[in-house]
């Protein structure tokens, strides 16, 4: 059984949400970057503040999908992807400055999202 | 310039929830599963350039003509051939990743289909 430690993700200076906790457990391992490009910053400070795994989630998807995910990162214009992770029950960590919008604005709350989020905003918890 | 040019190869069952308010989901054909229910999947081609206000839009038979185009758009489209297109006339972006349209008929999209974009 993995030792997962705990971090604390805030919103950035023009963000919204959070802060949130984000605690991998032996189920939920993996922090899902889902940003194209490979693994952005953040996700890779999460990873490595927790000991849990980077996943580039865009090449592929994590066996156990959204039920093996500690949390997202993403980097959504406002509409999408905001709204999809929220509303599985993952939290999410935005790196453009969102806010609650789009069909699914409504699972989009403080205590599941997080925007505005660079590499300053993860520290340990 | 023609920019980019595919077809339409999958429709999300969720992705009616955005459609029904005149948003057009986009993602390319390699997008991760979790997104495919939410999404109209184009089969991923090489993009060819950047989309600006007054670019064309042909999708599904529809003209569509760019008003408006939020600053991580682009790269959105870019990286993951992700666009957000919205059927909103809106002159000014209302999100940094929207590509917003006029019309004169209102696309409807099936497999199939074809996109096309143009500046």
């Given amino acids: 059984m993995a030792d997962y430690k705990k971090v604390k993700?805030?919103?950035g200076p023009s963000g919204w949400g959070g802060p949130l906790e984000i605690q991998p457990t032996d189920?939920?391992?993996?922090?899902?970057c889902i940003t194209g490009g490979g693994i952005h910053p953040v996700a890779q400070k999460i990873a490595d503040l927790t000991g849990a795994e980077a996943f580039d989630g865009f090449k592929s998807s994590p066996e156990g999908s959204f039920g093996a995910m500690a949390c997202a990162v993403i980097d959504c214009g406002g509409t999408a992807r905001i709204g999809v992770y929220p509303m599985k029950g993952v939290p999410t960590i935005d790196i453009h400055d969102t806010?609650?919008?789009?069909p699914?604005?409504?699972f989009i709350k403080e205590e599941n999202f997080v925007s505005g989020v660079s590499e300053d905003q993860v520290s340990e918890a | 310039m023609n920019i980019y040019q595919s077809e339409i190869v999958y429709i999300g069952e969720q992705?009616?929830?955005f459609l029904n308010e005149?948003?057009?989901v986009f993602f390319g054909d390699n997008a991760p599963e979790e997104l495919q229910e939410f999404a109209v999947l184009h089969k991923l081609n090489e993009i060819l350039g950047e989309i600006v206000v007054g670019s064309t839009i042909e999708l599904s038979g529809a003209i569509l003509k760019v008003t408006a185009v939020g600053h991580?758009?682009?790269e959105n489209f870019q990286n993951l051939g992700h666009l957000v297109l919205k059927l909103d006339f809106a002159t000014e972006p209302a999100l940094p990743g929207d590509v917003s349209c006029s019309f004169d008929v209102k696309p409807e999209v099936n497999i199939g289909d074809s996109l096309k974009i143009s500046s």
Avoid: Q, S
Avoid at chain 1, 27 to 32: F, L, P, Q
Avoid at chain 1, 99 to 102: F, L, M, V
């Fill in chain 1, 9 to 11: 993700v805030e919103a």
């Fill in chain 1, 27 to 32: 189920e939920r391992k993996y922090v899902v």
């Fill in chain 1, 99 to 102: 806010t609650p919008a789009g």
């Fill in chain 1, 104 to 106: 699914l604005a409504m």
């Fill in chain 2, 15 to 17: 992705a009616e929830l």
């Fill in chain 2, 22 to 24: 005149g948003i057009i």
């Fill in chain 2, 72 to 74: 991580v758009a682009n």
